[in-house]
Nanobody, 131 residues
Framework: QVQLVESGGGSVQSGGSLTLSCEASGFGYDYKNYCFGWFRQAPGNSSEGVAA???????NYADSVKGRFTISQDKAKNMLYLQMDRLEPEDTAMYYCAADAFLGPLPYGYCSGSRVQYNYWGQGTQVTVSA
């Protein structure tokens, strides 16, 4: 059973930094590639794909976070990270880790901020940025 557990959320002032972590478990060894993503949702807003990464390390970012957020992974530890710098009040939201695995190779840049690419989701971690 696949499980994703996020941690690292909290409250910071505008301009500050936070690092979110996501521990993944339960993926079988038959899978050849995967997508990992970070999504966020603020009250009253729709979900937004923030960043994504595949097994080869290819990344995609939403325009709203490019240059400020960095997605990374530690395959040995089954960990996914989101380094968030120069945080703004508009970044306040619940952040979710998402994943899916694939039996075959993926086209370059396939993993994106589209929710339909992900079948597994964590419970979320809250990020609050004050002005």
């Amino acid at each position: 059973q696949v499980q994703l557990v996020e941690s690292g959320g909290g409250s910071v002032q505008s301009g500050g930094s936070l690092t979110l972590s996501c521990e993944a478990s339960g993926f079988g060894y038959d899978y050849k590639n995967y997508c990992f993503g970070w999504f966020r949702q603020a009250p009253g807003n729709s979900s937004e794909g923030v960043a994504a990464i595949d097994g080869d390390g290819t990344t995609n970012y939403a325009d709203s976070v490019k240059g400020r957020f960095t997605i990374s992974q530690d395959k040995a530890k089954n960990m996914l990270y989101l380094q968030m710098d120069r945080l703004e009040p508009e970044d306040t939201a619940m952040y979710y880790c998402a994943a899916d695995a694939f039996l075959g190779p993926l086209p370059y840049g396939y993993c994106s901020g589209s929710r339909v690419q992900y079948n597994y989701w964590g419970q979320g971690t809250q990020v609050t940025v004050s002005a």
